[in-house]
């Protein structure tokens, strides 16, 4: 097994340690470690992502085959395979993900990318998904096709850090909307996605928690006008229509009983609504 331990470790050197090292005095991950302590354990998971090992011996096997480059890592020694599987069974993965949001928030706050400055205040989260091939005799959780696997990574997206806020990772055969279903929304926040995620029962899940949402609408939604708001004459010619209107349809009225804001613009670059 071939790895780059130098690009591992410049990819670990991101990492805080300190903020590691409260987190494990926290939820006391490190106690009865029996010579495996938590970093080490961090690096062996973060190998087996980067190596696309696929057992822990594998781990185990790469990282003593690396065993010169191991204080790179700030690693004493390798694991044994019984060590590793040990502490996968019985180590808190709270200390794993409360790790991950520290980090997350940690570097968000550097790596800010530049934007179209917006009028909104609210924080913008961008919703969406992409595809992962997979191995077809490996993972036979992530359906799609007879000979084939994907796994949907379904990302809501922060517009002005560009960093994941919520990752749901669901098989290759669930709906754009249906895997949706599992990010958690943050209250107050803007969440724009496209006509996939036009689904009125999770909508309205998202205004029960107090998110707002920017989506398109499919092209035969059915609705009536309430109210025609007034266009201003500056700043805002590419807005051709804006309108609060109310479902028609009486499935859809029952998935979504209030009204909408229905906003129409003309993208010059594109050339359509």
């Not at 990492?15 to 062996?44: A, C, E, P």
């Not at 917006?118 to 359906?143: E, G, M, Q, V, Y």
């Not at 990574?153 to 922060?158: F, G, I, P, Q, S």
């Not at 926040?189 to 909508?203: E, Q, S």
Request: a positive charge; aromatic letters at 10%.
């Amino acid at each position: 097994m071939r790895v780059n331990i130098t690009l591992l470790a410049q990819i670990i050197k991101q990492l805080d340690r300190s903020i590691f090292n409260d987190l494990v005095q926290k939820h006391s991950s490190d106690k009865f470690n029996k010579g495996f302590d938590s970093w080490t354990h961090l690096m062996s998971m973060l190998f087996c992502h980067f190596t696309k090992s696929s057992s822990v011996r594998d781990i185990s096997n790469g990282l003593r085959s690396a065993t010169g480059n191991l204080n790179h890592l700030c690693v004493v020694t390798a694991p044994s395979k019984s060590s590793i599987s040990y502490q996968n069974a019985r180590r808190d993965s709270d200390l794993f993900k409360d790790f991950y949001y520290a980090i997350l928030n940690h570097l968000g706050q550097y790596l800010k990318i530049p934007r179209k400055k917006l009028r909104i205040k609210a924080p913008i989260h961008l919703l969406d998904f992409s595809t992962i091939s997979l191995c077809l005799s490996l993972l036979n959780w992530a359906l799609f096709r007879t000979k084939k696997r994907v796994a949907k990574m379904h990302t809501l997206l922060d517009y002005d850090g560009g960093l994941p806020v919520y990752v749901n990772i669901t098989n290759g055969k669930t709906g754009d909307n249906k895997g949706a279903y599992g990010i958690a929304v943050l209250k107050g926040t803007v969440i724009v996605a496209d006509r996939y995620y036009n689904d009125f029962p999770m909508l309205n899940v998202w205004d029960s928690k107090e998110a707002f949402f920017v989506v398109r609408h499919k092209d035969n939604l059915k609705y009536e006008q309430i109210k025609e708001f007034e266009l201003s004459s500056k700043g805002k010619q590419h807005m051709l229509i804006d309108q609060e209107i109310k479902l028609s349809n009486k499935d859809s009225q029952k998935k979504y009983p209030k009204n909408l804001r229905r906003v129409a613009v003309w993208d010059e670059k594109i050339s359509r609504l």
